[in-house]
């Protein structure tokens, strides 16, 4: 062993602690895959090398073949592994193996309970990488040298997994990384050149470099130990360049694994070769699950990109709209230049058209699989659903196709999930219907009981029902669907169209003539509150209700806008009253000009809250109500 200077002891980031104490205890019924996860670091760290070697060849120190060697020792029970890949500098270690750079991994882990069986549901959502070491051994040795610098420049890292670890300055002759772990007392099976074999076959068959064991040769008469010589027992090409059909499932799952970094199999992908004026192969896939980090700004995004085979960069952004950031998968195109860097793919032509093909196959892609698999969309939809609704605003060529993913609740479920895609909305609309009705809202239980929805109940016509953020903004992006149009049903003058019988409009237009007294008293009751006061035939059972101007911004929107702290128009409701209601009557005929001031005052107050907004004087109304109750007890 060569000597070791400058050595210090150095305690993990508090978030290494957690994870690795998460990952010891999540994944021991599953430990082998700590081998997976070491060797896709290599293979990471060598199809760096291959690149950074592009511009500079010294990087190769001469050469040598790059792979990754495993080996054991049953006596001393351990299991090495070795790389040739771009190896990692003191510094390197100090960050890389002693802190995670994942940005928002501290709020992360404070979702964590403490209660195990939960947690361990959250590891997939992080990824494990180089910790999983941990799973198996209680030491783990990285000596390590970073290509290009001098042989005196290795590191050695050595930790037992606990609170800390150790660095050193070491002596390394050949560039890389080698780890070796200590297996724990009962883990020594590993140290198994068929069990190992088989983790390899099972796992990293996809890895595109040569992964080798030492071969089994039995000792000739006379020699102490033979040489060891050794065998490549993966495949050892890249897998997006073998035909489709002689892929396994099991395989594809495999390197969804390696490239996303993701520890569960993906919902579905999509593997094609394109040839013509543009080559390329893709290969993208559809997580399962979506990571923590998946509304950091920072968090990572974009497909691994090779040229011509060579891996050159990892998150290239450019070839997916940003509502499709989710997607993980690979591109191997054959035009582009080896040296491209970030600024000229955002400028290149080429990515332009290879951004709209790939985008399309993945909005294939979904299409295929809610068709296909319904309830794995459902799930797919709870995890990047609201992503996907930011898809219409910024990918206005595809609309149609967007819309036509997106997903609802409606006044048909009772539960407020969203289910209920536009195609299957207008499949079972009623006879006569020509628009898609929706009413948007801050929360299911204020939309699902608001007075807006009186009279589609009584018709039986299916609303949408949304309540999440973004999507009053997502709506001013549609404007129809498959040629229906969208009707905010608590906007306007609410008009059914077909699905008004001309008795209805006619009875309609005669309630309104013999109410237009009443409509006068109302506006100059509420005077400046409202924009206009008129009958309402979409109520059956509330005395009154707000309706927004066609032009108006709605609700949330307002809020959104206000609370980010925006200057938003002053716009004023419409007042609609419902003819038939007691209270309504009652009004009508009301001599006091002071009881009717009251009490519409109080309608109108009412109305605004049922419509989730809040009170412009609240004092007021509770006054007003008082006063009343006060009368009705006397
Ligand atoms: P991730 O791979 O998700 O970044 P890991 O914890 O697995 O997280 O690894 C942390 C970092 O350590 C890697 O990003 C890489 O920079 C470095 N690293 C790990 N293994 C190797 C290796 N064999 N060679 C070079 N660097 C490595």
């Known amino acids: 062993m060569s000597v070791e200077t400058q050595k210090e002891t150095l305690g993990f980031q508090t978030e290494v602690k957690q994870l690795l104490h998460l990952m010891i205890h999540s994944l021991y019924s599953n430990k082998e895959i700590f081998l997976r996860e070491l060797i896709s670091n290599a293979s990471d760290a060598v199809d760096k090398l291959r690149f950074e070697a592009l511009a500079k060849p010294e990087l190769l120190e001469g050469g040598a073949e790059l792979k990754i060697r495993v080996s054991f020792d049953k006596d001393a029970k351990t299991v090495t592994l070795e790389d ?71 590191v050695h890292w050595s930790s037992k997994g606990e609170g800390d670890f150790e660095v050193a300055t070491i002596d390394k002759a050949e560039r890389g990384t080698r780890i070796v772990l200590h297996l724990k007392s009962g883990e020594d099976e590993f140290a198994d050149g068929w069990r190992l074999r088989n983790i390899i076959k099972k796992y990293s068959d996809h890895i595109a470099l040569p992964i080798e064991l030492p071969k089994e040769v039995a000792a000739t008469e006379g020699e102490e130990k033979p040489a060891v010589e050794w065998e490549t027992v993966n495949r050892a090409s890249a897998l997006w360049t073998r035909p489709r059909t ?276 109302l506006k100059t009751a509420l005077g400046e509150s409202v924009a206009e006061v008129r009958v309402s035939h979409r109520l059956t059972d509330s005395p009154a209700i707000l309706a927004i101007g066609e032009q108006d911004l709605g609700l949330q929107m307002r809020q959104i806008l206000e609370a980010s702290g925006q200057k938003v128009p002053d716009s004023k409701p419409i007042f609609e009253f419902n003819p038939a209601h007691p209270l309504i009557e009652k009004l009508d005929n009301e001599q006091s000009d002071e009881r009717f001031g009251d009490l519409s005052h109080i309608l109108f107050d009412q109305a605004a809250l049922a419509a989730g907004d809040s009170l412009k004087d609240p004092a007021a109304y509770v006054r007003r109500l008082n006063k009343l109750l006060v009368e009705l007890s006397a």
């Not at 890389?96 to 992360?108: P, V």
């Not at 494990?128 to 198996?136: M, N, Q, T």
């Not at 054959?334 to 040296?339: K, T």
């Not at 895609?421 to 809202?441: C, N, S, V």
């Open 246 to 521: 002689e892929i396994k499932d099991e395989e594809y799952q495999e390197f969804y694994k390696h490239i996303a970094h993701d520890f569960e199999n993906p919902l579905s992908w999509s593997h094609n070769k394109v040839e013509g004026k543009l080559e390329y192969s893709s290969l993208l896939y559809v997580p399962a699950r979506a990571p923590f980090d998946l509304y950091q700004r920072e968090a990572p995004k974009g497909l691994k990109l090779y040229v011509q085979r060579v891996f050159v960069m990892d998150q290239a952004e450019s070839f997916l709209p940003l509502y499709l950031r989710f997607i993980k998968g690979v591109v191997d195109s054959n035009d582009l230049s080896l040296n491209v860097s970030r600024e000229i793919l955002q400028k290149d032509p080429i990515i332009d058209s290879m951004k709209s093909a790939l985008t399309k196959r993945v909005l294939d892609m979904l299409e295929k699989l809610a068709k296909n698999e319904p309830e794995q969309y459902k799930g797919f939809w709870k995890n990047f659903g609201q992503v996907m609704k930011e898809g219409p605003a910024e990918d206005f060529a595809n609309k149609e196709k967007i819309a036509g993913l997106l997903r609802f609740a409606s006044t048909l479920g009772d539960d407020g999930e969203q289910v209920v895609g536009l195609a299957e909305y207008l499949a079972r609309a009623k006879e006569g219907q020509d628009k898609i009705y929706y009413l948007t809202g801050e929360t299911y239980a204020q939309v699902k009981n608001s007075p807006h929805l009186e009279v589609f109940r009584k018709k039986g016509i299916e609303v949408l029902l949304l309540t999440d953020r973004i999507d009053e903004w997502l709506m001013s992006y549609l404007n129809d669907f498959d040629g229906k149009s969208f009707v905010d049903v608590a906007r306007g003058d609410l008009d059914l169209g077909n699905l008004d019988s001309e008795e209805d409009k006619k009875a309609a237009q005669e309630v309104a003539k013999a109410k237009e007294g009443l409509v006068e008293r």
């Open 84 to 154: 040739n890949g771009i190896g990692m500098s003191r510094e390197d270690a100090i960050t890389h193996l002693g802190t995670i750079a994942k940005s928002g991994t501290a709020d992360f882990m404070k979702h964590l309970t403490g209660d195990q069986k939960k947690d361990s549901h959250l590891i997939g959502q992080f990824g494990v990488g180089f910790y999983s070491a941990f799973i198996v051994a209680d030491k783990v040795d990285v000596f390590s040298r970073r290509a290009g610098s001098a042989a005196s420049e290795g």
